[in-house]
């Protein structure tokens, strides 16, 4: 893919972002305004459209989850965490369990999530039985997670 070719993907992964941030946070805005009436309900459109707009844009440029995924299944056998014998699918849950949960944790230091990540790895587990346990997907999840904050792939300033 040539330059010019990629700068035109990532603006449109990014307007669309925005576009989405904008749509989602306007709907918010008038839900929370809508005890002050139609004005109340305009206002909180507005304002939420703005902020949604600022945060569809961050969401757009924290990744490409396509790169992302490149990377790990590229290099996750050379994992000092790998252990003989398994294979991406093993690891694969791990890795998208933690860009999944990037946006949502704001990309706040590893220490700082941790815990309520394993939660959640948990809960979502109960579901997924064939999941590793925490032990086993943590390193992965770890390594997704500052992979992101690192700016590996296209972070924003606040990601870092």
Do not use: C
């Not at 990532?10 to 004005?39: E, F, M, N």
């Not at 230091?109 to 979502?124: F, S, T, Y």
């Not at 587990?125 to 992979?147: H, I, K, M, S």
């Amino acid at each position: 893919m040539n330059d010019e070719k990629k700068i035109l993907d990532d603006s449109g992964k990014q307007a669309l972002g925005t576009g989405a941030g904008a749509a989602a946070g306007a709907v918010t805005g008038a839900a929370v305004g809508a005890p002050g009436g139609p004005i109340g309900m305009a206002i909180g459109a507005i304002a939420g459209g703005v902020i949604g707009a600022g945060a569809g844009d961050s969401i757009a440029e924290t990744a490409n989850v396509e790169d992302y995924r490149a990377h790990f299944q590229r290099d996750y056998s050379g994992a000092a965490y790998f252990r003989p014998g398994t294979t991406w699918d093993d690891y694969e849950p791990a890795y998208e369990f933690a860009y999944d949960q990037f946006e949502e944790y704001h990309g706040r230091p590893w220490a700082e999530v941790e815990p309520d990540l394993r939660k959640e790895w948990e809960v979502e587990r109960a579901d997924r039985p064939e999941r590793a346990d925490w032990a086993e997907a943590r390193p992965a999840v770890a390594a997704g997670w500052n992979y992101l904050r690192e700016g590996g792939i296209k972070a924003s300033p606040d990601k870092r």
